[in-house]
């Protein structure tokens, strides 16, 4: 039996209701942050702490995450969306059975749709809430609207940045457009952020002071500091063996420090009041919005 038809069967015993999905959404004013990696390293971080991992590559046009987990998908969402298949065709197995979806091009055409095909592609994806205790959307750089739909329909937003002085300008540009979103709730959305690639806590701790304090100052929209990820051979030579460097290394530096991220946002506190919104409301969401623009 493999996995996919192990997963079928527990969701078929289980019919007493399921928590709801966590679904954190990683994202990036610009590319070559780091937002991938950052996504995939949580995974593995939040797998050792117990809990279940399904990663969305909402990065359309570019697999990041299948190239660095070294797996190929079969199907991706379109194929679910518009070929038919099983929520569980589509996920592919990777590293320490952390789950990934490929986003190929299915959420372009949403708008075009029908109420009843809408509502059959929301039940689908509910029965990722019974497959996962933890969703990852990896979204795609830059300030598209699909990225900001991803972002307005996600509760938890966790943003990448480098001490580049490009990438913080880029990073307060994408906070300000989602500030200015129609959809965008500044009450139901956590927004941390994450430095990569410096040489210190130190440095990292200044990279987020110098963006928090254009946002306090021009957006008034609250953001924390999540940790800092530093430099580390380890994590390069990681990368060009597609493999997570939690899994290669898990004594390096860069793997201790997503550990530590990990802990701090499974703690009990900062979960008691994080509302929790599920696979199937987080897409109605973005569903919602598609077709008042459409």
């Given at each position: 039996?493999?996995?996919?038809?192990?997963?079928?069967?527990?969701?078929?015993?289980?019919?007493?209701?399921?928590?709801?999905?966590?679904?954190?959404?990683?994202?990036?004013?610009?590319?070559?942050?780091?937002?991938?990696?950052t996504?995939?390293?949580?995974?593995?971080?939040?797998?050792?702490?117990?809990?279940?991992v399904?990663?969305?590559?909402?990065d359309?046009?570019?697999?990041?995450?299948?190239?660095m987990?070294?797996?190929?998908?079969?199907?991706?969402?379109?194929?679910?969306?518009?070929?038919?298949?099983?929520?569980?065709?589509?996920?592919?197995?990777?590293?320490?059975?952390?789950?990934f979806?490929?986003?190929?091009?299915?959420?372009?055409g949403?708008?075009?749709?029908?109420h009843?095909?809408l509502?059959?592609?929301?039940?689908?994806l509910?029965?990722?809430?019974?497959?996962a205790?933890?969703?990852?959307?990896?979204?795609?750089?830059?300030?598209?609207?699909?990225?900001l739909d991803f972002?307005?329909?996600?509760?938890?937003?966790?943003?990448?940045?480098?001490?580049?002085?490009?990438?913080?300008?880029?990073?307060?540009?994408?906070?300000?457009?989602?500030?200015?979103?129609?959809?965008?709730?500044?009450?139901?959305?956590r927004?941390?952020?994450?430095?990569?690639?410096?040489?210190?806590?130190?440095?990292?701790?200044?990279l987020?002071?110098?963006?928090?304090?254009?946002?306090?100052?021009?957006?008034?929209?609250?953001?924390?500091?999540?940790?800092?990820?530093?430099?580390?051979?380890?994590?390069?030579?990681?990368?060009?063996?597609?493999?997570?460097?939690?899994?290669?290394?898990?004594?390096?530096?860069?793997?201790?420090?997503?550990?530590?991220?990990a802990?701090?946002?499974?703690?009990?506190?900062?979960?008691?009041?994080?509302?929790?919104?599920g696979?199937?409301?987080?897409?109605?969401?973005?569903?919602?919005?598609n077709?008042?623009?459409?």
């Open positions: 039996m493999d996995q996919a038809e192990q997963l079928r069967n527990v969701i078929k015993l289980n019919l007493a209701p399921r928590p709801l999905a966590r679904v954190i959404t990683v994202t990036s004013g610009k590319g070559g942050v780091g937002k991938s990696n996504s995939i390293n949580l995974a593995c971080q939040f797998k050792r702490l117990g809990q279940r399904i990663i969305l590559d909402a359309f046009g570019l697999a990041n995450i299948e190239i987990f070294g797996a190929v998908p079969k199907y991706n969402l379109s194929d679910m969306i518009y070929q038919g298949k099983s929520i569980m065709d589509i996920i592919t197995w990777g590293p320490m059975d952390i789950g979806i490929s986003g190929g091009s299915g959420i372009s949403l708008s075009n749709l029908s009843d095909y509502n059959y592609i929301v039940q689908h509910s029965k990722l809430d019974a497959a205790d933890i969703i990852i959307i990896d979204t795609g750089a830059g300030i598209s609207d699909a990225v972002l307005v329909a996600s509760g938890e937003i966790l943003v990448v940045a480098t001490p580049e002085p490009t990438s913080i300008t880029d990073s307060y540009s994408l906070l300000k457009a989602l500030n200015q979103h129609p959809r965008y709730s500044r009450e139901e959305s927004i941390k952020v994450v430095a990569n690639k410096v040489s210190d806590e130190i440095e990292g701790e200044a987020y002071n110098k963006l928090n304090t254009v946002v306090n100052r021009y957006l008034h929209m609250p953001i924390a500091y999540l940790g800092a990820i530093p430099q580390d051979r380890h994590l390069e030579e990681a990368v060009m063996q597609q493999m997570p460097v939690s899994m290669q290394s898990p004594n390096s530096k860069s793997a201790i420090a997503f550990e530590k991220m802990y701090v946002l499974m703690d009990k506190e900062y979960d008691k009041s994080l509302v929790k919104r696979m199937a409301a987080f897409f109605s969401h973005i569903m919602a919005g077709k008042k623009m459409g």
